[in-house]
């Protein structure tokens, strides 16, 4: 299935939460195409348990499991312009690690115009989006979770601890001053909590929604992180905490996001100057992700 096709199916899905019920009609005319292609999309999707049709239509199934889908319909605007933002701090030649949330999803498809990037996932549907010739992708295998599209489980843990040297970009289902990052899922809550622990610098995506509502599972501390990014300025209280903490945040409603990020991040910046500059084949070579394999190797040089 094409990226197109599956984007467009999404699309159809998200309406049909928001709403209860789509016509086919509508959804034509919104998504600027024709009726039989609608019809045709419905029938995949009720063939797969999505949804239920209807005369004309389609509706919510009470059967499925909508943990995903469900939640990437929520705050779609405040997660695109989170997204944006994410995109200008990643620069030609990274690499990085995504996680199998619903902001990163977003944001893996403003990530296809990057050169040699490598992007380590354990999401399917963030690996199919971030489909593209200068994104190389490294998805995590492990338990295959339906309802998630998501790998998870010992064997994904076990891959991950071989990855070093990347910037970990992590979401939250909630966070608090006094726990941290929290997740409902206890697998993903694991994984994420590793991917940070293994990376060079881990930089939290969260919506406002995200902010003193903290979930079950523990991630992480916020002295894991360097930066956050969120759609809009947090509370006077929560900017107050982030100083404190020495963590950079930010958001969409600033004058020029580029320009305060070279400020908060200047050091940053200049020590990897040369990663945002066309590379060679051997730069490319060399720079490419580590391993514990890569860390056993000496330079001939060093003792």
Same mark, same amino acid.
């Given at each position: ?76 605007? &405040? #997660?695109? *312009?989170?997204?944006? %933002? ?7 030649? @990274?690499?990085?690690? $995504? ?96 991917? &940070? #622990?293994? *990376?060079?610098?881990? %930089? ?7 902010? @003193?509502?903290?979930? $079950? ?87």
């Amino acid at each position: 299935m094409t990226s197109t096709i599956q984007q467009r199916r999404d699309e159809i899905l998200s309406q049909v939460y928001q709403s209860g019920h789509v016509s086919v009609r509508q959804v034509a005319e919104r998504l600027d195409v024709s009726e039989a292609t609608i019809r045709r999309d419905l029938h995949e999707l009720a063939a797969e348990g999505l949804l239920e049709l209807t005369h004309g239509g389609a509706t919510v199934t009470r059967i499925s499991d909508y943990s995903f889908l469900s939640k990437s319909t929520r705050n779609i605007e &405040a #997660k695109k *312009a989170i997204a944006e %933002i994410a995109a200008d701090i990643i620069c030609d030649g @990274d690499q990085i690690f $995504l996680d199998s949330g619903t902001t990163c999803f977003v944001t893996a498809p403003v990530l296809r115009g990057k050169k040699q990037l490598s992007v380590i996932v354990n999401s399917v549907r963030t690996a199919q989006e971030l489909h593209a010739p200068g994104v190389e992708v490294l998805l995590l295998g492990g338990q295959f979770r339906q309802d998630r599209m998501d790998t998870a489980g010992p064997i994904a843990i076990e891959t991950l601890e071989h990855f070093r040297g990347y910037r970990a970009f992590l979401g939250a289902d909630g966070i608090s001053m006094d726990v941290g990052l929290t997740s409902v899922d206890i697998e993903s809550a694991h994984v994420n909590k590793l991917a &940070a #622990k293994n *990376a060079k610098e881990s %930089i939290l995506l969260v919506d406002s929604s995200k902010f @003193d509502n903290p979930k $079950l599972y523990k991630i992480v501390d916020f002295e894991t992180l360097s930066l956050v990014i969120t759609e809009k300025q947090p509370p006077a209280e929560w900017m107050s905490f982030f100083d404190a903490c020495q963590i950079d945040v930010l958001y969409s409603k600033e004058s020029s996001v580029k320009k305060k990020l070279t400020h908060i991040h200047k050091d940053h910046q200049n020590a990897k100057m040369s990663d945002c500059q066309p590379r060679t084949g051997t730069e490319e070579r060399s720079d490419r992700i580590q391993t514990d394999s890569d860390q056993s190797i000496q330079d001939p040089g060093q003792g």
